[in-house]
């Protein structure tokens, strides 16, 4: 009987293991948090935040002294150690204007798993990143950060994904 139980082991052990397959869009805002530090009452800047299918609008109202004040974030996001992830998005503002999109623990020290600094403006821009995650996290955020903007600056998110590579 010990050596069919160490053979299953081993069997057991050699055997891959397969996380699931990532893939989040924006699918009218479903499961996407509108992030207002001013009116949730731990920061400041306010933005208003509307969806239409595919596409995200987000206007800043008053302009918050941190970036991450004002945000669009999707949580409980599933990311898996040494596994690669792309994200595509087609970013836009009303003027010239900063914009980070990041992943990151979403409590605790909000350690950060990937960041892209972007500055855009009314020209549609392309987006296409991929990135290796450093860490496990069943619970991390992805968010678009839009608080260093000026007040009455308007951005537009269209076809946000986040999807893993096989």
């Known amino acids: 009987m010990k050596p069919l139980i160490l053979v299953l082991s081993l069997v057991l052990i050699a055997m891959p293991s397969y996380a699931a397959s ?19 009452g731990w920061g400041d800047g306010s933005g208003q935040f509307s969806f239409s299918g ?22 409980r996001v599933a990311l898996s150690k040494g596994k690669r992830y792309q994200i595509t998005a087609e970013l836009s503002a009303s003027q010239e204007s900063p914009l980070t999109i990041m992943l990151q623990k979403d409590s605790g020290d909000y350690m950060t798993y990937f960041a892209e600094d972007l500055v855009v403006n009314r020209e549609p821009q392309q987006v296409d990143l ?37």
Do not use: C, M
């Open 54 to 75: 595919d596409k995200a609008t987000i206007t800043v109202k008053e302009k918050a002294s941190n970036p991450w004040h004002i945000q669009l974030k999707r949580a």
């Open 22 to 40: 990532l893939d989040i869009a924006l699918d009218g805002g479903k499961r996407w948090e509108p992030i207002n530090a001013g009116t949730d």
């Open 130 to 166: 991929t990135f290796v995650a450093t860490n496990s996290d069943k619970k991390a955020a992805f968010a678009f950060f839009v608080g260093g903007a000026e007040s009455e600056v308007t951005y537009t998110l269209n076809n946000i994904r986040l999807v893993s590579e096989h």
